[in-house]
Nanobody, 128 residues
Framework: QVQLVESGGGLVQAGGSLRLSCAAS????????MGWFRQAPGKEREFVAA????????YHADSVKGRFTISRDNAKSTLYLQMNSLEPEDTAVYYC?????????????????????WGQGTQVTVSS
């Protein structure tokens, strides 16, 4: 079973940038579809982005498209989320996730029920 640990969160001013990382343990990372989700206080956890096991395909939520970019380095077993032009509305705890039940799957799921492994989250706060 893969384990996930996020890092890179923090406090940033509006318009700034952050890069989140998610380090995965275990040998299966390179076969797994990965995703980023976020949860603001009092709100449901929402989809941010997903990337295929190969890294060739990715999908971003409309709310972050053009500002955030998901990527991965399978040699380092690490997932990334580059966040640019941050807005106060991006303030949330960001979670890394994996679909470890279906290695080498096709498609990029955008719902949290499709992912069964989660990190502990990292806080991102954007001040206005």
């Amino acid at each position: 079973q893969v384990q996930l640990v996020e890092s890179g969160g923090g406090l940033v001013q509006a318009g700034g940038s952050l890069r989140l990382s998610c380090a995965a343990s275990g040998r299966t990372f390179s076969s797994l579809t990965m995703g980023w989700f976020r949860q603001a206080p009092g709100k449901e956890r929402e989809f941010v982005a997903a990337i295929s096991w190969s890294g060739r395909n990715s999908y971003h939520a409309d709310s972050v498209k053009g500002r955030f970019t998901i990527s991965r380095d399978n040699a380092k077993s690490t997932l990334y989320l580059q966040m640019n032009s941050l807005e106060p509305e991006d303030t949330a705890v960001y979670y890394c996730s994996a679909d470890s039940r279906r290695p080498y799957r096709t498609g990029l799921p955008g719902v949290k029920s499709e992912y069964n492994t989660w990190g502990q989250g990292t806080q991102v706060t954007v001040s206005s």
